[in-house]
């Protein structure tokens, strides 16, 4: 189970060659930093009596030591002066300015598009036949992947110039929304990076979401284009979008032209169709591929909009993220950068959709240096559970990123999966979505990484495309540990009162001190529903959510999602480390705790769980389930039910939606459920053993 106790023991001791061939090392080198407390130090509090410490020097230096290119240089690092008032929903009154409305690189114009695809497509280059993408659709034949295609940056580049091209024939320009409801193949780039060169939002939106989740973005974002496809394939069978998509517009309105995007051959020879069809439909053959293939990417100030990301709320409709140009770009290549060390020959796979931030996220920190994305359509245990390691191997991937809820599923498949498979590409793991349990970290770390790979375990959020917490490749490692706080990333535990907890080993609330370029500017349906998620609990701390722990030896932990904790007689103790308890037991593979309302304790909790193949359902395992969590934790969190069910309702990035199973639980409403990839599992739940 979770408990510092538990994880004391360091595991992973980087080599001191490998530390000092790492990029953060040579960035401490270069100014004169001795040690990593000093580089979190100079990078995040700013000392008096050194002029180069602080947030505002770190942002300033990165983007020349980054080579973050500017069509016109900014003024100054930033501008958080009040320029007018705002009024959050408890009726206080915020200044348009502060932590909160931070104006960063404030009189700089530049384009990301111009960062991660101009100038590696440029004809004098090194980079100009690169392959930018590497991508493997899910359709298996004669023991080998049936689809796998190779982008370079030239192509990749036409292609984005014919999708801004197209975006300016539909009168689409800077500020406009735009819709991406695709599936994941490699012409979504084109769209995305089409999109930043005209100026225009990009509007991912998650291609496993169905019609309600769809219609609510397109509702709220209101873009006049929609990109779409036919389908993808999933398990081996085609999934269709264009259907779904139909009902979304019809529901929402304001999209004029779809663009259709034939993955399934849906196509016929002569254009016409096997899916259904409307008079603002057209193929991407015929609206993108017959335009020019030359485009000149426009100049746009620093805080223009550049993406709209949704980010699903406790209550009410999911938020918009609002992210810039010069923002999303700095902070996505500083961690691929320093905390994922990436090299120029190195080639990155993280398992995500596009329209989750990871997608993004991947992109654009990758791409700014002219570096290899893997992508994947499919299911990882398709056309067997070695998916994952078989194009790992195929491909010489080096960097590997994955949910903890994914490796645990392919952890129960058994190692015989991995064994037979060249891994030794592998040079990085990473992880983020939910709290590890430490058997599984143990195993991804030895088994996929051959007990040599760092896991770079991340969490952050939508929220700043990027992270809060995030593990250097120089740092020792304990299982399940986040390492520290992210460069530039000036981040806190507090208690209650907001005070500074994080020295004492005690756990409270994480919290961000100061904004970050990449912060959202705002939420999309303005101010005041902003300041009351992120701002309102203390002054001027952005309340993130997340129930975080400092260790003696400096290490981060999180426990899960603050609203999430059981409070029972008193005590709290976060669902991981009740879930972490129950899965030690050898006939349990997964966990789901809740705190449901009790007479006598307050909270008492309510523990569902999913047994592992070759073992039985029974009042005796129920009694033993128990009897772990009790002897783990103490006799107060013995869980009141043990539950049984088949599987968890999760979202696309894997958290298991704990909110909706209490809801389930206690016939009350589960607020926002349009994340979830698999509703059909709250059915299951409400059925549960």
């Known amino acids: 189970m979770e408990t510092l106790e538990d994880i004391d023991e360091v595991v992973h001791r980087p080599t001191r060659e490998f530390v000092e061939s790492t990029n953060v090392w040579q960035f401490m080198r270069a100014y004169d930093i001795d040690d990593y407390d000093e580089l979190l130090a100079r990078t995040t509090r700013a000392d008096p009596d050194e002029p180069a410490s602080g947030v505002d020097w770190f942002w300033d230096t990165i983007v020349d030591y980054l080579d973050v290119e500017f069509f016109e240089p900014y003024d100054r690092v930033r501008d958080d002066g009040e320029a007018s008032d705002a009024s959050n929903a408890s009726g206080t009154t915020a200044s348009r300015g502060g932590p909160q409305f931070t104006d960063w690189y404030p009189g700089g114009e530049t384009n990301i598009a111009h960062n991660v695809l101009d100038r590696h497509a440029a004809p004098d280059s090194e980079t100009r036949n690169k392959v930018a993408l590497i991508w493997e659709g899910e359709p298996w034949a004669d023991g080998e992947a049936a689809d796998v295609r190779e982008v370079t940056f030239h192509e990749l580049h036409r292609g984005s110039n014919e999708v801004a091209n197209y975006l300016e024939s539909r009168d689409v320009g800077t500020g406009d929304t735009v819709g991406l409801y695709m599936p994941m193949v ?310 209650e009162d907001g005070e ?48 975080a722990q400092k260790d003696a030896d400096g290490l981060w932990f999180l426990h899960g999602r603050a609203d999430d904790a059981l409070n029972v007689a008193g005590r709290k103790v976060g669902p991981a480390e009740v879930e972490g308890a129950a899965i030690e037991h050898e006939a349990i593979n997964r966990a789901a705790a809740v705190g449901v309302p009790d007479d006598t304790t307050g909270t008492a909790v309510v523990l569902y769980v999913v047994v592992e193949d070759g073992h039985e359902e029974s009042d005796a395992l129920r009694e033993a389930v128990g009897d772990a969590v009790a002897e783990g934790l103490g006799k107060p969190f013995r869980p009141r039910e043990v539950l049984f069910v088949d599987e968890f309702p999760k979202t696309q990035s894997g958290k298991i939606v704990r909110r909706a199973i209490g809801a389930t639980y206690t016939g009350e409403d589960p607020g926002d459920m349009s994340s979830i990839e698999n509703p059909e599992a709250l059915d299951r739940i409400a059925d549960a053993r």
């Open 500 to 547: 500074s907890i994080a020295e004492t080993g005690e756990r409270g609330y994480l919290v961000a001190r100061d904004s970050c370029p990449s912060m959202t500017k705002s939420l999309w349906s303005g101010d005041e529903r902003y300041l009351e998620e992120y701002w309102s609990t203390w002054e001027d701390l952005w309340d993130h959510g997340d129930w």
């Open 186 to 495: 490699p012409e979504v780039v084109s769209i995305l990076y089409g999109c930043f060169k005209v100026g225009a939002i990009a509007v991912p939106i998650f291609s496993g979401f169905g019609v309600d989740a769809t219609a609510t973005r397109i509702d709220d974002a209101e873009p006049s284009v929609l990109f779409t496809g036919d389908g993808f394939y999933r398990r081996g069978d085609p999934v269709t979008l264009k259907a779904t998509a139909d009902d979304a517009i019809a529901e929402a309105g304001h999209v004029e032209d779809v663009v259709v995007y034939d993955r399934l051959g849906s196509r016929g020879s002569d254009g016409d169709h096997a899916i259904p069809w409307q008079d603002r439909d057209q193929w991407w053959t015929e609206a993108v591929g017959s335009m020019d293939d030359a485009y000149g990417t426009k100049h746009v100030d620093a805080s223009q909009e550049s993406m709209l990301l949704y980010s699903s709320g406790t209550t009410g409709k999911p938020k918009g993220i609002v992210h810039t140009h010069a923002g999303v770009n700095v902070q996505c290549a500083k961690e691929l950068y320093f905390g994922f060390d990436l090299q120029p020959a190195d080639r990155f796979f993280w398992v995500s959709d596009i329209g989750w931030m990871m997608g993004p996220w991947t992109l654009i920190g990758n791409h700014h240096f002219g570096n290899t994305v893997f992508m994947y359509e499919g299911a990882p245990d398709y056309p067997d559970p070695d998916r994952y390691w078989r194009m790992i191997d195929r491909h010489d991937l080096t960097h590997f990123g994955i949910s903890p809820t994914a490796v645990r599923a392919l952890r129960k498949k058994g190692d015989e999966w991995v064994e037979g498979h060249d891994l030794s590409s592998l040079r990085i793991l990473g992880s983020t979505g939910e709290p590890w349990d430490p058997e599984s970290w143990l195993w991804f770390y030895e088994t996929v990484g051959r007990g040599e790979a760092p896991i770079i375990n991340i969490s952050g959020g939508t929220e700043i495309c990027g992270c809060f917490l995030m593990p250097m490749p120089v740092q020792e490692l304990k299982p399940c540990t986040l390492g520290g706080p992210g460069l530039g990333m000036d981040v806190d535990i507090v208690d």
